[in-house]
């Protein structure tokens, strides 16, 4: 089969003809505009193809009586019908598309769900039942030069996903379910249909995304590490690679939230579409990153900070730029098509030079904009006409699947080109769409990296050449900042189905408007120079802060970094420029000449923080005699550690009256050194002044500064007492809480907006209650006895973050569930070092 073209007119075109069904549903929208597009078209395949163009000459004659046919008016609708069918027949005369057969999948548009990721329905997951909707897939090709289709592989009961060539174009690898009580895994074929194989095959997991990479192995994306989005209940996925027969499944990536849609860069790097937010809001932190196929040296490459999703992004061949999809969170992943140049910028506007529509322009947000809500990170579901898969036959030329009609969840093949053309080539039968459309024919491999891992379970290494250089730290002075902290954003591995409506649905509840627990690992000197080196434990999602004299926040990174067993990772300082290179060093690095810091937690060893164990004992201790419930300073703030329907009152009066300055689950934009934090809280401020006499401890007043500075978390782990009830983490159920409401006439919020109404330690103070023995004391008794309830239920089943907190069952199924599959992937490595291979039907019991 002969080598596609890399160059600046490539591959693959359309067909002579349509089907009836097809002609009566080609597009009708030529106008005179085409006309400049459609000659462009041609003189451009002529000056590259030259002979091989067959009908070049013909085809620019037949324009130029339509054209002439448009200007005299006569018959507008047959001159605008004839311009349409030369458009086609034109394009389509590509004398490669008769060499290159198109692969696509065939099936129906995945149902509506929550976000653009939550299109996997897995089973025993929330949104299982939808997968009932997809049965009948298939994966087919068309030759376009004689409209003949082909079954490679079909579905009954499911269907295939996510195909990709491998680069001798004889082979296919793709995921496929069987059914409603199957999940996804990956499979290979032969590029004719034959030699149908298995690759992977762990139960109660789904594998997606696959693609080849240069060295032979598979990378694809699976939800084997199962954990979810932390802003509400869906299975996430991360990168894996394997080997050529599916031996030794690897976790390449870590990050919290979703890796997906990877491709193999001509340079030997991945990129892949990943979505994670740290003290960040949610909607907005789906941008396009990259790392080595050993899976280190993960770094952004556009989109951290600007608020639309970026998706599906494939590279151009001849050229450093990215065909891409701009979408939205929460819709299908689908919305406008792009080019984007990374050479100028990884944020916002500039880089995209080209989009289709061309009015989306204006849905892209600068990535320093405020936004709130999904008037920001939403807007792309305004785009009328939906793209999605795209794939770049040259610089200029693109398949895509696009819906047919505004409207329409149907979607068919278009190409679409750079001089203003945008053509149906093909469409399935109503109901059905075509996806993922690429041509089968042979293609350049990309740069083989040497990995610069190993497989135990070392750890790996940062060094910081200069904490003040970089944005946003421009107030910060030299010498101010004394250490580097390195916190820990655990997975979210439970769910509940109540939600605490912070900047998202927590569920359950974790705190008062973001969605992280954190886990201090440790703090680490920064030298005189500016510098830092320090060890991290390896396969941790981590991520630094900077520190003054007393330990304060000065900057916070907001994103995550992850470090592979015996992996050196270096960046130049805070928040750099990523096109920077280091300011030149007179003399060597502090840092570097006295070794890399070992981490050894935090007043203690490390573990998950949790407000009451951690901060809460100071203001029982040093503040609660004032403000208490009955005080008069209680009134101004109450700091008793009485637990509410969801927090504890003091927690939720911190938060309510603004005493800490906290960014919640904030902007995507970086934010500017000492804008957040203790540094900007007004607690600390009446703390350092002096207040009333109160002076706390060196440690009391680290464990409330530190506290703030992690964002102000209350629950250290995501596990829950209760699966069911209030926000996952009330005593009372749903119908106890309303009952309560009625009895009282009060409203009690399960959001951020919420103040602290009921006290399960001292139920006859709670609030919800004030005034209403008076009033009724029949309605006050019964009231009362729904709190007094909860304090009893609390006693005998202890909530997260309470001694002798035990997790629901629903919730050890799945913890037990995650350290199996962890287990599985510790034989993995323990294989790889070994020289051996491992199985999916190897498994740990």
Known sequence: MRVMAQAAMALVFVTTALSPAQEKSKP??????????????????????????????????????????????????????????????????????????????????????????????????????????????????????????????????????????????????????????????????????????????????????????????????????????????????????????????????????????????????????????????????????????????????YGQSTPHAVINARPIPASDRLICILSSCHDRPWGALAILDRKLGIEGREPIVRIWPESARELIADASTNYSGSGGFDKFKRVPLKYEDPYALSDKHFLVSRVIDQGSEDTGIFLVDTFGNEVLLHRAAKGLGCYDPMPIGETPRPRRVPSRRDYGDDAGRFYVANVYQGTHMQDVEPGSIEYLRVVENPPKLTWTHPAWNGQGQEAPAMNWHDFDNKRILGTVPVEEDGSAYFAVPSDRFVYFQLLDAKQRMVQSMRSGVIAQSGEMNSCIGCHEDRDHTPEPARLSPLALERGAHELTGWLGAERDFGFMAEVQPVFTKNCVQCHDYGEEAGEVVNLAPDRTLVFNTAYMELHAKELINVVGGGPNRILEAYSWGSNASRLVEVLDEGH?????????????????????????????????GPAGRAPLSAAELETLQELTGKKVLLGHGARPMISFDRPELSPILAGLEQENPEAFEQALAIVASGKSRLAQKPRAGMPGFEPCETDRVRLLKYDRLRDHQLLVREALRNGEKVYDHDRVK
């Open 692 to 724: 009333y006499g109160v002076e706390l401890s060196e440690e009391d007043y680290q464990r409330v500064t530190t506290w703030i500075d992690l964002n102000a978390p209350y629950y250290p782990t995501y596990a829950s007492a209760y699966d069911t």
């Open 28 to 301: 009708m929208d030529a106008d005179p505009a085409n006309v400049v597009a459609l000659r462009a078209a041609i003189e451009d395949l002529m000056a590259f193809f030259g002979d091989r163009y067959v009908g070049g000459d013909a085809f620019m004659a037949e324009l130029l009586e339509v054209e002439a046919s448009l200007a005299s008016k006569t018959d507008r609708a047959a001159g605008l019908r004839a311009l349409a069918d030369l458009q086609r027949r034109a394009l389509v005369a590509n004398p490669l598309i008769s060499d290159h057969p198109i692969l696509y999948v065939e099936r129906r548009q995945y149902p509506k769900d929550h976000h653009n990721t939550g299109n996997i329905f897995q089973t025993g997951e929330i949104n299982t039942g939808k997968f009932e909707h997809m049965a009948g897939g298939a994966l087919v090709t068309i030759d376009l030069a004689t409209g003949k289709t082909e079954t490679l592989v079909r579905s009954a009961g499911g269907t295939p996903r996510d195909p990709e060539v491998h680069f001798d174009a004889e082979r296919i690898v793709f995921s496929m379910r069987s059914d409603l009580r199957d999940d996804y895994h990956v499979f290979e074929v032969g590029t004719d249909g034959s030699d149908l194989k298995q690759l992977t095959s762990l139960p109660g997991v789904s594998d997606l995304d696959p693609f080849y990479l240069a060295s032979g192995d598979i990378a694809f994306s699976s939800t084997r590490e199962p954990k979810y989005c932390t802003c509400n209940r869906h299975i996430m996925a991360n990168l894996y690679r394997m080997e050529p027969d599916g031996a030794n499944i690897l976790q390449i990536g870590k990050s919290i939230e979703y890796e997906g849609h990877g491709i193999q860069l001509p340079d030997g790097r991945l990129l892949y579409f990943r979505w994670e937010y740290v003290d960040r809001n949610f909607g907005g932190g789906q941008g396009l990153w990259v790392s080595n196929p050993d899976g280190t040296n993960h770094a952004i490459y």
